[in-house]
C-alpha cells in the first residue's frame, strides 16, 4: 500500500475555447493558482498542491455542452480552507456571472460540509467546498458512499 500526496492535476477538455479561456484564466487566479502556460490550445495554472489544465477539443467537437451523467467525468472539487473562502468563491462567480447550480449551502456528506456547485461555459461542473476537521475520516470508521444505501441505486445526481 501507498500513501497518495494528492491530486497533481485536472485538465477539462471544453468546446468553447475563447469564452473558457477566459472564464478560468480570471477564477484560476482568484483561487490562488498561479498560471504557468497559455497557448493556442492549452491552459495550465498550478497552486495549493494541484494543478488545473484547460485544453481545447478536437474540432469536431466545437459548441458541444457537457453532460455530467455521460461516461468520464461528473464535476471535480476543490477543497477551501474555510466557509468564508467558499463565500469569496461564491461572490466572484456572481460577479463574473457564471452558472451557479446551488450554493453556498451547507450539506450531509460530511459532518460541517459546505460548498458550492457551478458551472463553466460548457457547462462542465466545479465544486469549491470546505470540510472541517478530518471530514469523512473522523471517528473509527471512515464514513464512505458506499454506507449510503441509495448511493447506487439512484441515477439522480447528488451534486
Not at 491530486?7 to 475563447?18: E, N, R
Not at 455542452?65 to 461528473?74: D, E, K, P, Q, Y
Request: glycine share 10%.
Amino acid at each position: 500500500m501507498i500513501e497518495i500526496n494528492g491530486m497533481a492535476h485536472v485538465i477539462l477538455t471544453v468546446s468553447q475555447w475563447d469564452k473558457a479561456r477566459a472564464f478560468y484564466a480570471e477564477l484560476l487566479p482568484f483561487l490562488g493558482l498561479t498560471k504557468v502556460y497559455d497557448g493556442n490550445n492549452f491552459l495550465y495554472h498550478v497552486g495549493g498542491r494541484t494543478a488545473v489544465g484547460i485544453q481545447r477539443c478536437a474540432p469536431e467537437h466545437e459548441g458541444q455542452r457537457f453532460v455530467a451523467s455521460r461516461i468520464g467525468l461528473h464535476h471535480f472539487c476543490i477543497r477551501a480552507r474555510s466557509r468564508e473562502d467558499v463565500d469569496a468563491v461564491a461572490a466572484k462567480l456572481r460577479e463574473m456571472g457564471a452558472h451557479i447550480d446551488r450554493g453556498p449551502v451547507a450539506g450531509d456528506w460530511a459532518p460541517g460540509y459546505y460548498y458550492i456547485v457551478f458551472e463553466d461555459p460548457d457547462g462542465i461542473r466545479l465544486e469549491v467546498n470546505f470540510i472541517p476537521g478530518k471530514g469523512l475520516l473522523v471517528g473509527d470508521k471512515p464514513l464512505s458512499p458506499s454506507s449510503d444505501p441509495d448511493w447506487n441505486q439512484d441515477p439522480t445526481p447528488r451534486f
